[in-house]
């Protein structure tokens, strides 16, 4: 049962270049989310989606874009990179129904220098 | 929208000592609650929630919360901490209708010392 898997799990990226981040998961869940995770600032939402084909901004959407063609895998991607989007990025799926728990991934680390 | 609040960002705790972490939200509808833990370079996992009934909730491994609506807060607690519960523990609430994303507070180090 793999549950939510993240590619790749560590990059580094020079400032300016461009790179998608994939998650999938095989538990049909309607919701997946991005959240990137930093020192002193929990997780913050970058973008989320309630379902195949739709996709909704976050608290932090700014450089980043996303695309859920199919409802397993949910995109997230970075145009040009630059030195604060730094992170460790969490991708996380649920069933949409507000009592169930949200499951995660196991993080991508990425520098960008 | 809604909001969490975790007050302490750092808590150390001596091993077998008990520990409060504490969780207030903001939310103009009735949400869910949750606590989720991430271990070192891990991901985050389910700890315990509340969704409805006994406001008092327990997870598997001796932590428990307890819902307090009037006073918009989900404290974590446990009676007696282990240097395994060194982790970071995140507060984090939904909304009943669920077609809002699930929201984080900023997490609480919790550091057991030996």
């Known amino acids: 049962n793999a549950g939510v898997t993240q590619t790749p799990k560590f990059r580094v990226l020079k400032t300016g270049q461009s790179m998608t981040l994939l998650c999938a998961q095989d538990m049909n869940h309607e919701y997946m989310y991005w959240y990137r995770q930093d020192p002193g600032m929990g997780l913050r939402l970058i973008h989320y989606?309630?379902?195949?084909?739709?996709?909704a901004k976050g608290e932090v959407p700014d450089g980043y874009n996303v695309s859920r063609l199919k409802k397993q895998n949910f995109l997230l991607g970075l145009e040009s990179a630059a030195p604060s989007q730094t992170s460790v990025y969490f991708c996380?799926?649920?069933?949409?129904?507000?009592?169930?728990?949200?499951?995660f991934g196991q993080g991508t680390r990425l520098t960008v220098v | 929208a809604q909001s969490v609040t975790q007050l302490d960002s750092q808590v150390p705790v001596f091993e077998e000592a008990p520990v409060e972490l504490r969780c207030n939200y903001s939310s103009s509808v009735s949400v869910y609650l949750f606590w989720y833990v991430q271990y070192p370079n891990q991901g985050l996992q389910l700890l315990l929630k509340y969704l409805s009934g006994s406001t008092l909730v327990e997870s598997i491994n001796g932590f428990e919360a307890e819902f307090n609506k009037s006073q918009t807060s989900f404290h974590l607690r446990k009676p007696s901490v282990h240097i395994s519960d060194t982790a970071e523990y995140f507060c984090?609430?939904?909304?009943?209708?669920?077609?809002?994303?699930?929201?984080f507070g900023k997490g609480t180090r919790l550091s057991v010392i030996a």
């Open positions: 989606s309630v379902g195949e084909g739709t996709t």
């Open positions: 984090a609430v939904m909304t009943f209708s669920g077609n809002t994303p699930l929201v």
């Open positions: 996380a799926s649920s069933s949409g129904t507000g009592n169930t728990e949200a499951f």
